[in-house]
C-alpha cells in the first residue's frame, strides 16, 4: 500500500486494492495440471493388474496413446479404456516436481468412481475409482499440497455420468426407479437418453430435479461440500456452459458457503463477461485462441490488441486475474505440435505469464512433450526429460520465477500501449517501481516503434531493464513518454524502469 510521504491522492485512492488481491490465492494463481494415470507410474503395479481387467489393458509407461476402435458394446473407443497405471499415491511421490517448478495450485482431472482412464463417466462421485487409490489418499494428497504451500482443484463433472453408473441403470430399467427423474429418457434420444453431445456413454443428468442438485453440491454430504471437507481448496467444473448461468451459481454459493475463499472455475467457451459471478473464474477458451492464432501468424496483432483490451474492460480485471490461462490440456494439442516454431512457443509462454489471468501449465509441457489429438495428448510424463538440461523446462522456470518475484505481473492492472505492429502493455499497482510494460513482437522480421507509455509516474530518461536477461542492441529509455524500441522476431521484451540507479541519484526521489 503507497501511503508513504511522496504518496499522492490517485495512490490513496487505491489502498489495500493490491494487498487485497495477494491475499486471495485464487488470484494469479500457477496452476499445475495433471492426469493421474498418465503423470507417475505406480510403485507396486504388480498389486494393482487386477484392477484392469478386459477389456481394459494395463500399458507400458514407454507406450504411446494411439486412436483405437470403437466399442459398441460398450458405447466407447478401446484408447478410452487404456491406462497407464498411475495413482495419487505415486502423484504424491511427484509432488517435488510440482513445487521446483514454483506451482500453486495442483488440479487434477477426475479422480472420481468411474469406468475409462478419463473418469468422465462418473459411476459414483462420493468413491475414488480403486486404480487411484480412496477418499484417504485424497485427504493425504490435500496435506502433502498444503505442507508445501499449494492448493488442491479436483475436476467436477456434474453435467452427466457414465452409461454403467449403478443409478443410471437402475432409471433406466425401472420407469418407477427413485432415479428415474434424474436423467432424462425419450425415444428422440439415441440410446433412449440425453448424453452429452450424443456420447451414449454419458447421460445427461436432470438438474431440474433438486434432489439431483442436493446430491451434487446442496446437501451437507454433497459431492462439492463433502470433498472440500476433505481438504480440496476448489472445484474445475467440466462442461460448464452446459450447467448454466443459474445452477453454476447455486453451485458457487454452496462451495463458498462450505469453504469461504474456495475456487470454482469453469469450463466455458462462450464470452466470459457474463459468467461471473455464477463462476469465480473461466478456463480462458477465447484468450488460448487469440494467442495461438497470433503466434502462429494467424491474427495481425492490432485485431488481438483489441479483442484483448475489450475482454480484460469488459470481465473485469480481477476476474480475469481468478481465470485461468491455458495454451494445452487433455482436450487439445500440445503446444509443442500446436506451435512447431520455437520461438513463437516462447512468445506464446511468455504471453501466458506476463497477461492478467493465472497460468494453466500441463503436465509435461513444460518439457515440450510433444502430442496431438485426442488421445495423442494425454500421453504418459516423459520423467527422462527432466533434467537442468532441457531448455524448455528452464524457460518454464525462469518465466514462473520472473512472475513470483514481480508483483504487477501477479496482481496488477493492465494497461495498453498503443502501437501498430507490436503487442505493447502495462502491468503495475500503485508503486512506480513495480511497473513492468511487455512488448512483443509476434512477426517474421524485427519492428522499430515509438510507443507513448501513459503512466504518469515514469520519469524522462528511465533505463528499462528487460527481466529476461537480454540485452537491447541499443539501450531502451523513456524520453518525454516516448519509447523507441526494436524488438527482434517473434521474441519479446519484459521491461522494468531502473529507478535506482548505480552512483546514488534518482529523479525518482519524490515519486513512489
Known amino acids: 500500500m503507497n501511503t508513504g510521504p511522496y504518496a499522492n491522492r490517485f495512490d490513496l485512492a487505491l489502498a489495500g486494492r493490491y494487498e487485497a488481491r495477494e491475499a486471495d490465492w485464487r488470484m494469479s494463481a500457477v496452476v499445475y495440471q495433471v492426469l493421474v494415470d498418465r503423470f507417475a507410474p505406480s510403485a507396486d503395479l504388480a498389486a494393482k493388474q487386477h484392477l484392469y481387467p478386459a477389456p481394459k489393458t494395463l500399458r507400458a509407461w514407454s507406450d504411446l496413446p494411439t486412436k483405437g476402435r470403437y466399442l459398441d458394446s460398450h458405447k466407447l473407443w478401446s484408447h478410452e479404456i487404456d491406462f497407464w497405471g498411475g495413482d495419487l499415491a505415486s502423484t504424491a511421490a511427484r509432488l517435488d516436481h510440482v513445487q521446483a517448478l514454483g506451482a500453486d495450485v495442483l488440479y487434477l482431472n477426475p479422480i472420481c468412481l468411474a469406468y475409462t482412464n478419463h473418469k468422465y463417466d462418473a459411476l459414483d462421485y462420493l468413491q475414488i475409482s480403486p486404480e487411484y487409490g480412496t477418499r484417504e489418499d485424497v485427504k493425504a494428497l490435500a496435506s502433502d499440497v498444503h505442507a508445501r504451500g499449494m492448493k488442491l482443484v479436483l475436476d467436477g463433472v456434474f453435467n452427466h455420468m457414465g452409461r454403467n453408473a449403478p443409478i443410471f441403470q437402475s432409471a433406466e430399467a425401472d420407469p418407477a426407479s427413485p432415479y428415474r427423474n434424474w436423467f432424462v429418457f425419450g425415444p428422440q434420444f439415441a440410446g433412449g437418453a440425453r448424453a452429452w453431445w450424443r456420447a451414449e456413454n ?3 443428468l436432470n438438474l ?3 434432489a439431483v442438485r442436493e446430491h451434487l453440491f446442496n446437501g451437507h454430504d454433497s459431492v462439492v461440500r463433502s470433498y472440500l471437507r476433505d481438504g480440496v481448496d476448489g472445484w474445475r467444473l467440466d462442461v ?3 450447467i448454466g448461468f443459474v445452477y453454476l451459481e ?13 475456487l ?13 459471478p455464477s463462476v469465480d473464474a473461466v478456463m480462458h477458451f477465447a484468450l488460448r485462441h487469440l494467442i495461438l492464432r497470433l503466434v502462429n501468424g494467424e491474427m495481425d496483432t492490432p485485431t488481438f490488441a483489441r479483442m484483448l483490451e475489450r475482454m480484460v474492460t469488459e470481465c473485469g480485471i480481477e476476474n480475469m486475474l481468478r481465470s485461468w490461462i491455458y495454451l494445452d490440456n487433455h482436450d487439445t494439442p500440445r503446444l509443442a505440435t500446436s506451435v512447431p516454431d520455437e520461438r513463437a512457443r516462447r512468445l506464446a509462454q ?3 505469464f506476463t497477461l492478467p489471468g493465472s497460468p494453466n501449465l500441463y503436465y509435461g509441457s513444460e518439457l515440450d512433450m510433444p502430442g496431438g489429438d485426442d488421445p495423442e495428448m494425454r500421453a504418459p510424463m516423459r520423467w527422462d526429460l527432466v533434467s537442468d538440461h532441457n531448455a524448455a523446462l528452464a524457460w518454464t522456470k525462469k518465466l514462473i520465477a520472473m512472475r513470483r518475484h514481480h508483483r504487477a505481473l501477479r496482481v496488477g492492472d493492465f494497461r495498453p500501449i498503443s502501437s501498430h505492429r507490436l503487442l505493447a502493455f502495462e502491468r503495475h499497482t500503485d508503486l512506480v517501481a513495480e511497473t513492468v510494460l511487455v512488448i512483443a513482437n509476434p512477426g517474421d522480421e524485427a519492428v522499430t516503434e515509438t510507443l507513448m507509455v501513459a503512466n504518469s509516474k515514469l520519469m524522462d530518461s528511465s533505463l528499462m531493464v528487460d527481466l529476461l536477461g537480454q540485452q537491447p542492441s541499443v539501450p531502451i529509455r523513456l524520453w518525454a513518454t516516448l519509447m523507441q524500441v ?5 521474441s519479446a521484451y519484459v521491461l522494468q524502469p531502473e529507478v535506482a540507479p548505480p552512483g546514488g541519484y534518482t529523479n ?3 515519486v513512489q
Open 350 to 352: 511468455v504471453l501466458q
Open 202 to 204: 454419458l447421460p445427461e
Open 486 to 490: 526494436t524488438v527482434p522476431a517473434r
Open 208 to 210: 431440474e430435479n433438486p
Open 264 to 276: 470454482v472455475v469453469g469450463e466455458i467457451a462462450n464470452y466470459p463477461k457474463e459468467w461471473f
Open 508 to 510: 525518482y526521489k519524490r
Open 240 to 242: 460448464a456452459f452446459d
Open 250 to 262: 447455486e453451485l458457487t454459493r454452496a462451495a463458498h458457503a462450505e469453504k469461504p475463499g474456495s
